[in-house]
């Protein structure tokens, strides 16, 4: 394995930030968000991705800091679709997003709401930041000599910025690299009038007329913009890893700019980086819709995925590939593909050639939600248990009862799969996967030659189900007694359906016949 050390993109990034930065006793990689809404799997796959290349790392015993700042300290610009009392946020437009009011009168604070929403639900997929909150730090003054460093660094900052601009989009007559929350209505409305050249800072809002002198240390209303507020808390945090979406990496974007400014004004390199692509949704994750502005969050993810597999949706592809999280039929590939590297990883299941090897070994690592586990968990392929749960109407126990060799230490891991699978073929599946069996005396309206093929399947197969060795077995057996009854074999498929399910197609039948068992498939039919 160690000539493979740096076959996954999470090795790669974690060997180029040492050899950038060299040894050191910590190593500080960052991530972070604004919370001005439900934060989706699109925010998630920074959150990730950072979390994939801190285990790198510390593989290599190495100590790291995983910083996630909360930007709750940004103006809340607008009213997200999603939200409710809509009214009453509309008061609080052009405030900083802490002093908004949840309007689920959940938690003190709007940010707030989306904060706990996000730092409840990491920990189930391994994800354990230090979380940094920014109208804190700012509030406190902490960031004082970093604001005024930028006021003493004005021009230059201004040189910087419109480095990347074209004539019409440069910096026109006076302008400061700070903004301020009015002291006197908490809107962001101000113009700045004066600085002292230490830590006065003059200025006037243009909502409520206020006029106030502050000093930049316990000025609670003050902050940077946001083209030197980050670079200043690359800085300020020594941080060495901080990726970002392609919008920030686009050219002459933030992240280009942010560079100058960290080594130009702060005096320190810009971490290692590197772009990741956006996420598409594919299917409808339940009642989910769009145009009511409800996004994908990770809860939802965790809903029909387990907490491994959501890990593996994002440690299987690299950052800067864009790809869709699916809710339709794709999410039996899925775990499919899943089982597969697991197969692999435990040594069930050969791989093509051993870096394929290597590197589905790594992504399984990546993928455990803790540490790879001391067995390999029990694995029923998903279809089969959308199959079993159907016919058990969503019961779980019964489930789990019917599994042959499933040990108590594995049971958990299958019982949150069932849990998973329950869910999507309630809310997500598309109708024509979903089934439920008739009761016994339910008839469906047959054509008669229909019916005594139907008869002729009970008798001749059903009855002799347990002989079968094989599911090929009881195929051909089905395939014969069409043939016997005259008939096309489509059409007896679709009689046998409708007889068991009311639907002319479902699961394999072969394989529905022998899950069902001989009993259940003859109480049924027993009246034809």
């Avoid at 394995?1 to 006793?25: F, P, S, V």
């Avoid at 996420?279 to 502005?293: A, D, E, L, R």
Wanted: aromatic share 12%; with cysteine.
């Amino acid at each position: 394995m160690e000539q493979n050390r740096d076959i996954h993109w999470a090795d790669q990034t974690a060997k180029k930030i040492l050899d950038t930065w060299g040894e050191k006793d910590l190593y500080t990689c960052a991530s972070g968000i604004t919370p001005s809404g439900t934060v989706h799997v699109g925010n998630f796959r920074e959150i990730i991705s950072v979390e994939l290349v801190v285990r790198a790392l510390r593989d290599r015993g190495k100590k790291v800091r995983f910083i996630y700042s909360w930007d709750d300290y940004d103006v809340f610009r607008k009213v997200p679709l999603n939200m409710p009392n809509p009214e009453l946020l509309e008061k609080y437009l052009r405030f900083p997003i802490i002093m908004v009011p949840d309007p689920w009168g959940r938690d003190e604070s709007y940010a707030r709401h989306h904060e706990v929403d996000v730092e409840k639900v990491l920990p189930e997929v391994g994800i354990y930041p230090e979380f940094i909150y920014q109208a804190q730090r700012y509030r406190s003054g902490a960031y004082a000599s970093s604001m005024r460093r930028a006021l003493e660094m004005r021009e230059h900052l201004k040189t910087i910025l419109d480095k990347y601009r074209d004539e019409d989009h440069k910096i026109q007559g006076e302008w400061w690299p700070i903004s301020v929350f009015c002291s006197n209505c908490n809107r962001d409305t101000t113009e700045i009038d004066d600085w002292d050249g230490e830590w006065g800072l003059s200025y006037h809002c243009e909502t409520c007329g206020f006029l106030e002198k502050g000093d930049l240390r316990t000025l609670k209303g003050a902050k940077l913009l946001w083209r030197v507020d980050w670079p200043m808390r690359w800085a300020y945090e020594k941080v060495d890893f901080e990726p970002a979406g392609k919008d920030h990496h686009s050219q002459g974007g933030s992240f280009d700019t942010s560079k100058h400014v960290v080594e130009e004004v702060y005096g320190r390199k810009p971490p290692v980086t590197f772009r990741y692509d956006f996420i598409g949704i594919k299917g409808s994750p339940g009642k989910m819709s769009s145009s009511k502005g409800k996004v994908v969050d990770l809860q939802d993810l965790l809903r029909v995925y387990q907490p491994e597999i959501v890990r593996y949706l994002f440690a299987g592809t690299r950052p800067n590939t864009e790809f869709v999280i699916s809710f339709d039929l794709d999410v039996i590939k899925i775990y499919e593909d899943y089982d597969r590297t697991e197969r692999i990883y435990w040594g069930v299941e050969k791989a093509k050639n051993e870096e394929v090897e290597a590197l589905e070994r790594r992504i399984y690592e990546l993928s455990q939600v803790d540490r790879v586990p001391e067995e390999m968990p029990y694995q029923i392929p998903f279809r089969h248990l959308c199959n079993l749960l159907q016919i058990h109407l969503g019961n779980i126990d019964a489930v789990l009862s019917l599994l042959p060799g499933l040990k108590p230490s594995q049971k958990a891991h299958v019982e949150r799969r069932a849990q998973c699978a329950w869910y999507w073929i309630t809310e997500c599946a598309p109708e024509d996967f979903r089934f439920f069996l008739r009761k016994p005396g339910e008839l469906a309206s047959l054509p008669e030659a229909e019916a005594a093929a139907l008869r002729r399947l009970r008798d001749e197969v059903v009855e002799k189900l347990d002989t079968y060795a094989t599911e090929n077995d009881i195929a051909e057996a089905i395939y014969a007694a069409a043939q016997s009854s005259n008939i096309e074999p489509k059409r007896l498929f679709i009689a046998a359906y409708q007889a068991l399910i009311g639907k002319d197609q479902g699961p394999r039948l072969a394989g529905f016949l022998k899950t069902l068992g001989k009993e259940k498939v003859l109480s049924i039919l027993k009246p034809y």
